[in-house]
Each structure stands twice: as C-alpha cells, then as structure tokens.
C-alpha cells in the first residue's frame, strides 16, 4: 500500500513546458523490494507445503483452472511471437496476486493468528481515509504537504491519500466497506463505533470520487445482502450510506459536478451521441474509444488474440515504448495503429479490455472460469449458513473486482490483487479448517464472536 507514495517521494520530478504537466522520474527500488517479496512468499508457500507434504490440496477445480488459464495465456503468447522473457514477465504481473492466494491456503492460519494483519490493513486503510478527508477540504497545500508534486487530482476535487490515483483510493475503501458489512451483517448487534467506522470508510470512498469504485461497491453490497437474507433493513442502511455520502461530493465540490458533467459528455459523445461541443477526441470518453478500437483489434484475431505482453500494459511498454504501432494493429486499425489519444498512462485503463486483445475469447473465458470456482465454495458456504464474514466478503470482493475491471487495470496493478487474494485465499483457510463447506458456519460465527 506504500509503493505508490515511496516511487513518488524517493524520485524526483520536472516540470514539461510542452505538456505543460509535472512530470515524475519514480524510484526503482521499492518496485524491487515487492518483487523480492513476492518471489520470497512464493518460495516460503513451496517449503511450507513440502514441509507438511500437502501438495494433494493443489487438486481441487481451481488449481486446475489455474494451469489451464496459464496454458491458455502462454499458447496466446506463443501464437503472438512474444519471447519466452516476455512470456514469463507478463505471467508474473498477471498471477503475481495470486501467489497471496497460494501462501494463505499453504498456511491456514486461525482467525486469532491473521487477525493482526487484518487489523493492520484496516489501520493503513483508515491513515488513507484521514488524509484523503483533508486533501478534499485543504486542496492543493494538503496534496503537496505528503509529497504529490503532480496536482491534478486536486485540481480535479480528487483525493488519493498516499495513494498514486483517487482509483487506487476507491478500490481499497470499497474493499474495506464490503468487508465491514459482511461483518456488520454477521451479527446480532452492532455497537455504534462500528457504524461510525463505516460512515468513515464509506466517506474515503465518497471524496475519491471513484464512480465504477462506488458503482461495485454498491454491486457488492446487493451480493452480500442477497447471499446473508434476513437482515435487509440493516443491509438496506448501509446500502443508503454509501450512496449518499457517495453522491455528497457533487453537492458541496464545483470541480467534482464540473467533471462528472464533462465525462457524461464525454461518454454520450464517444457513443455518437450529439451533446453540446463538437464530438473531438479530447471531448470524448478514452475507455470508449479504447473500447472501440479493442473491439476491431479483438475481431479480426478473436481466438487468441495478439500475445500476452504485447497490448498497452506495464511489461509492453517497457518491451516497446511503441507497442501500439505493431504492424498487426496498423493492419487492422490504419494510420500508426492504435490511436493512444496523447492518453500517457502505460495501460490501457481497462483490464478485461487489455487480457481480451493480448489473449483472445479463450483468456477470457479461462479467466472468469477460474475466478468463478475460487469463490463457489465460499458463495455455497455463505448462502448454506447465512454467515461467516470471509464468505461474504469474498462474494462481494468477487463482483466488485469485475466492475471495476471494466474501468481500471486493477486485476494486475500492483495494489488490489494482494488484498483480493487475501480475502479469497484467507476465506478458502477458513473452509480447509472447517473440513467441509457446511462445517465453517461455525468458524464464521468464531470470527464475527471477535
């Protein structure tokens, strides 16, 4: 959670007369850093199950969606003349998340040797929220205060606390808002610092202004609203919370109603639909045309698209800085290939956009099936027994990665995956414990006990 604000602080930055935006040099080393400790937790996660020689629990539906949609992804590689070092480069960024996945199903910890780190990401989340708050209310001398030289989320009405994007900011305050009402949801009572702590995160949500966040939050919700029964008015409330502190920005923030007016338009006219200024690129919805020129990329190679690490993400740009003049899109799309409308991000900004033209119909599907049977059992488990926080939590999470997948990279960007796969992977220990699925009922009821 702190490598965005770290490449930020520990680099440097300089003003572009041309673009007339600051323009920051990250520091290497904290990316360093995570990627030794992912490769160290996936080597502490191979000697934890070869020390209780458990590799037998790495035979269940799941894990074998997983070698699949791996061998999906490295034939699409292979059919797109991506080298082997791509190959593996881009696997990494896809599945890095779900080593976490591995490492808590290798563990399986009890709730009261995992409940630390719970509470420490919930603190971090909360430091977020704070700063967030003031970053809304302060504006520009709040951003600067933390070390954010480029200030045009305040100029926006965004907040991002420590975080590198207001997006980052929504995705881990939703996360954090569905855990709380999958808890809040569990029990019979409900003390009134819990509901203050909700309006909190819920109000970290609202000021990033985040609207696919905020929208998958609400999707997230109605799950596990539907999966718990019996508790809609409760369920109902919280709903309430979210959009109306969701919705408070636009009433109080002149930049927040300006820029909601100008996506809508920008959207409507991306669609060809006439709305007020000349239809430009630069008044039109990027992900919309990005979507448009995906699609035809994605028609004339629909099977398996065009290999992995060679379409607008983090491993193409550093493979080729000019990924999208490949000549199979100029082939496709004319001109210099794919139109990247002076937008300067690495990714193209969505990520079932970026996995369909880099590996085809057949990534995909492979991708859905095995987010699907990660979380059945722990949907199963929640409607069985109308509880367990971790079962409901994960359904959430599940429907609220998908969302905001349609409007962010966040299943491979370097945040949302480890703390998705926490929940899923910490729900799945939870299962194993229990011995059946029926059986961690009472495990949940232990938990929401605590």
């Given at each position: ?16 007369a ?49 070698a ?34 591995y ?45 954010w030289p480029?200030?045009q989320?305040?100029d ?31 029990r ?36 596990i ?58 008044d ?36 080729d ?22 937008f ?15 590996a ?37 999470t ?10 962010s ?33 009472s495990?949940g ?6």
């Open positions: 959670m702190a490598e965005g604000w770290l490449v930020t602080i520990f680099g440097s930055s300089h003003f572009n041309g673009t007339q935006k600051t323009v920051i040099d990250e520091a290497g080393w904290p990316k360093t850093l995570k990627s030794v400790i992912y490769f160290a937790l996936f080597g502490v996660t191979v000697a934890k199950l070869t020390i209780d020689r458990s590799w037998g629990m790495l035979r269940s539906k799941v894990d074998i969606a997983l699949v949609l791996a061998l999906v992804l490295i034939a699409a590689g292979l059919a797109g003349g991506s080298s082997a070092t791509l190959i593996g480069q881009a696997l990494f960024v896809y599945f890095r998340g779900a080593i976490v996945f490492a808590w199903r290798a563990l399986k910890p009890s709730w009261e040797q995992a409940r630390p780190l719970f509470w420490l990401g919930g603190g971090l989340v909360v430091l977020n929220v704070l700063a967030a708050l003031w970053q809304f209310l302060a504006g520009r001398s709040a951003y600067t205060a933390v070390g480029n200030l989320w305040a926006e009405g965004r907040a991002q606390g420590f975080l590198p994007h207001p997006n980052d900011l929504g995705h881990v305050t939703g996360l954090m808002v569905l855990g709380l009402a999958a808890w809040m949801l569990s019979e009572n409900m003390k009134r610092r819990w509901w203050a702590l909700f309006v909190l995160i819920a109000a970290g949500l609202s000021v990033a202004s985040s609207k696919h966040s905020l929208l998958a939050a609400v999707a997230g919700l109605g799950v609203a539907v999966l718990r029964r019996g508790r809609f008015k409760r369920a109902i409330a919280l709903g309430l919370i979210v959009a109306v502190i969701g919705g408070a920005p636009m009433a109080f923030s002149p930049e927040v109603r300006y820029q909601l007016s100008y996506r809508f338009e920008g959207l409507f006219n991306a669609l060809g639909i006439k709305w007020g200024k000349p239809q430009t690129s630069n039109q919805e990027i992900r919309i045309l990005y979507a448009k020129q995906g699609a035809k990329l994605w028609a004339a190679s629909p099977v398996l698209g065009y290999g992995v690490g060679q379409f607008g993400g983090i491993v193409a740009v550093k493979a800085p000019a990924w999208n003049e490949d000549p199979r899109f100029v082939e496709v799309l004319g001109g210099k290939g794919f139109d990247k409308l002076n300067e991000a690495t990714s193209v900004d969505m990520f079932w956009l970026h996995l369909l033209v880099e085809g119909a057949l990534g995909i599907l492979a991708y859905l099936v095995w987010l699907g049977l990660m979380v059945a059992p722990l949907v199963r488990s929640a409607w069985r027994d109308r509880g367990g926080t971790f079962p409901l939590w994960a359904a959430g599940v429907i609220f990665a998908v969302v905001i997948a349609a409007w990279p966040s299943l491979e960007d370097p945040l949302f995956p480890p703390l998705m796969f926490s929940v899923l992977g910490f729900g799945w220990a939870l299962l194993s414990s229990a011995g059946t699925i029926g059986a961690v009922a495990e009821r232990e938990v929401d006990r605590t």
